[in-house]
């Protein structure tokens, strides 16, 4: 079975740091782009960060650059979205997806409900003090 689990969520100050993990299994998540989005409550669904099959192709939304960076670990099949220096503004549900394409962009985040992506169940995070 296909699946995709994020954990790491939780209660944070400002400028705090998390690791969110996104756990796949049924599948080879080396062999397809994974994405991270945030969905804020009243807010629109956000791409945050995806990273290609090849580890030098990342993408991250300008609102996080420098501070988010995110990685896999092939070996235990996970993607991890390293969060530091934390503002209250990424309070959100963060979901990890894996696409059905290997490369990744804007372009391929925004256009991601256009394909058979997989999707996790989500993990809050609450930055606040």
């Known amino acids: 079975q296909v699946q995709l689990v994020e954990s790491g969520g939780g209660l944070v100050q400002p400028g705090g740091s998390l690791r969110l993990s996104c756990a796949a299994s049924?599948?080879?998540?080396?062999?397809?782009?994974i994405s991270w989005f945030r969905q804020a409550p009243g807010k629109e669904r956000e791409g945050v960060s995806c990273i290609g099959t090849s580890d030098d192709m990342t993408y991250y939304v300008d609102s996080v650059k420098g501070r988010f960076t995110i990685s896999r670990d092939n070996a235990k099949n996970m993607v991890y979205l390293q969060m530091n220096s934390l503002k209250p503004e990424d309070t959100a549900v963060y979901y990890c997806a894996a696409d059905t394409l290997n490369w990744c962009s804007a372009y391929i985040m925004a256009t991601i409900d256009s394909r058979r992506a997989k999707w996790g169940q989500g993990t809050q995070v609450t930055v606040s003090s």
């Open positions: 049924g599948f080879r998540s080396d062999y397809f782009s």
